[in-house]
């Protein structure tokens, strides 16, 4: 099958800098779009950045200017790098992505487990 495996999540004072990994492995034929979501607790979980294949990237407007999304399709990893943290962005970070298991078979979403980042003022 396929897992996604977080990391590089942890404490950090305010304006200070983190950077998530996500590396996707198993029975992958073609990996899409990948993205980092986050999700704080009693809030729906909100799309932070992502990256197609290709490279195209999208962000939040909350974070733009001060986070980056990139990937490295040879290692099937994609990666968050945050600068200029704040406490509001304490919170847990998921990764999802979208993979073809098989030529014969539909794109299916996949999600990591998440990992925590917190921010202290």
């Known amino acids: 099958q396929v897992q996604l495996v977080e990391s590089g999540g942890g404490l950090v004072q305010a304006g200070g800098s983190l950077r998530l990994s996500c590396a996707a492995s198993?029975?992958?034929?073609?990996?899409?779009?990948m993205a980092w979501y986050r999700q704080a607790p009693a809030k729906q979980r909100e799309l932070v950045a992502s990256?197609?294949?290709?490279?195209?990237?999208n962000y939040a407007d909350s974070v733009k200017g001060r986070f980056t999304i990139s990937r490295d399709n040879a290692k099937n990893t994609v990666y968050l790098q945050m600068n200029s943290l704040s406490p509001e962005d304490t919170t847990v970070y998921y990764c999802?992505?979208?993979?073809?298991?098989?030529?014969?078979?539909?794109?299916?979403?996949?999600w990591g487990q998440g990992t925590q980042v917190t921010v202290s003022s």
């Open positions: 999802k992505a979208n993979i073809r298991m098989s030529p014969l078979r539909a794109t299916q979403d996949y």
């Open positions: 198993g029975s992958i034929f073609s990996l899409n779009a």
């Open positions: 990256i197609t294949s290709g490279g195209s990237t």
